[in-house]
């Protein structure tokens, strides 16, 4: 104590002003003084690797059973969609749902040679391109009554014209997610392989109840059934000469995937191509389905070993069930409630239309 008992005097320091003055274990130095860990680059591992497990599951699924592969797809992407709001994983689901798919397209190729469409004959092969026109329009047609897109429209008739969820990737990757969302292709994804497996259950029963003969009955389900599987799946349920003739319509169908392509962006443009552009760039293809045609010329002046073919096939079929699947998760359910069921009237037209002009050349000319 200082004299007269007084207090001892301050030592005046402020430590306000002094550096870290409140840091007494230093973190605030050690924040700004340790260096900033490296910014993680994107990888494709993380949308890939659940893209992948979804798809093994929706395999294993259809393999014990018996449903649509593709349709298991679509739902357990959809049902896993949350996981697309990791931004993680979009480079790796972007990857699967684009070029996995082309990869896929490509490959398919190697199912179809031009002998089998010469095999069709002049006046089925005529009768079959009514029968795609006739549902392409409509699928137009359904959209443009019940106050959906003409795209909406485009894609459910071509997918219900060809091939069912191949064409429908193939065709969603001229339209653009610019054009259609996402939402309303998932929806259509969804509403083609619903036809297809109730087409493949149905169709051979309704052959049989019109009394069709075997080719009748392959000409009826070759061109009216969807997907490639469930087509030829439906024929040989009818018998096996209807399943044989069926599998040549249905191929048919699959090699004009080309030629559709190329009219919608013809009509369309590619996306994001410039007003104005000239006719020749518009008729310029996408590279992949350039390369299905290749593939496609290939196949039919090389004999391919059946081995070859077989495992070609089964990578399609993959490449395209990731395809559907990671697309599926990037798809926003919310929009997809929104919808409604005006949403599902292209595909039902187009479903109906199909069948019914494919049942009357059956009918007609066979």
């Given at each position: 104590m200082t004299q007269?008992?007084?207090?001892?005097?301050?030592?005046?320091?402020?430590?306000?002003?002094?550096?870290?003055?409140?840091?007494?274990?230093?973190?605030?130095?050690?924040?700004?003084?340790?260096?900033?860990?490296?910014?993680?680059?994107?990888?494709?591992?993380?949308?890939?690797?659940?893209?992948?497990?979804?798809?093994?599951?929706?395999?294993w699924l259809s393999d014990h059973y018996g449903f649509p592969i593709i349709l298991l797809g679509l739902l357990i992407g959809l049902s896993l969609n949350f996981i697309a709001r990791e931004p993680k994983t979009h480079k790796g689901l972007d990857f699967a749902s684009r070029t996995c798919l082309r990869i896929g397209i490509v490959v398919l190729g190697l199912q179809v040679t031009f002998g089998q469409i010469t095999a069709l004959g002049a006046a089925p092969f005529g009768a079959l391109l009514v029968v795609m026109t006739a549902t392409f329009f409509a699928g137009?047609?359904?959209?443009?009554?019940?106050?959906?897109?003409?795209?909406?429209?485009?894609?459910?008739?071509?997918?219900?014209?060809?091939?069912?969820?191949?064409?429908?990737?193939?065709?969603?990757?001229?339209?653009?997610?610019?054009?259609?969302?996402?939402a309303q292709f998932a929806l259509t994804l969804v509403g083609v392989s619903l036809a297809s497996a109730m087409a493949m259950s149905v169709y051979p029963v309704l052959a049989g109840e019109f009394a069709l003969s075997h080719q009748q009955a392959g000409f009826l389900i070759g061109a009216s059934i969807h997907d490639v599987a469930q087509a030829i799946g439906g024929?040989?349920?009818?018998?096996?000469?209807?399943?044989?003739?069926?599998?040549?319509?249905?191929?048919?169908?699959?090699?004009?995937?080309?030629p559709v392509v190329a009219l919608v962006t013809l009509a369309i443009g590619a996306p994001g191509e410039a007003a104005g552009q000239p006719v020749w760039k518009r008729l310029a293809l996408p590279w992949f389905i350039t390369a299905f045609l290749a593939t496609v010329a290939l196949n039919s002046v090389v004999t391919v070993p059946k081995e070859l073919a077989h495992g070609a096939l089964v990578g399609s079929k993959a490449l395209l069930l990731l395809a559907v699947t990671a697309t599926a998760m990037r798809s926003r359910m919310d929009l997809l409630m929104e919808m409604g069921w005006r949403a599902t009237v292209p595909v039902l037209a187009a479903t109906v239309i199909s069948f019914g002009c494919a049942l009357g050349f059956a009918v007609l000319l066979l």
């Open positions: 007269g008992g007084s207090k001892p005097a301050s030592s005046g320091i402020d430590w306000e002003s002094l550096p870290y003055g409140g840091d007494l274990y230093g973190e605030l130095h050690l924040a700004e003084t340790a260096p900033q860990p490296a910014p993680e680059k994107d990888s494709y591992f993380p949308g890939l690797a659940i893209c992948g497990v979804a798809a093994a599951a929706a395999a137009m047609l359904g959209a443009r009554l019940f106050g959906q897109s003409s795209y909406a429209g485009m894609l459910a008739g071509g997918a219900t014209a060809i091939c069912g969820a191949s064409a429908a990737l193939a065709l969603y990757g001229v339209i653009g997610k610019d054009r259609l969302s996402q024929g040989y349920a009818f018998s096996d000469e209807a399943g044989a003739y069926a599998t040549i319509v249905k191929l048919a169908r699959v090699a004009l995937l080309a």
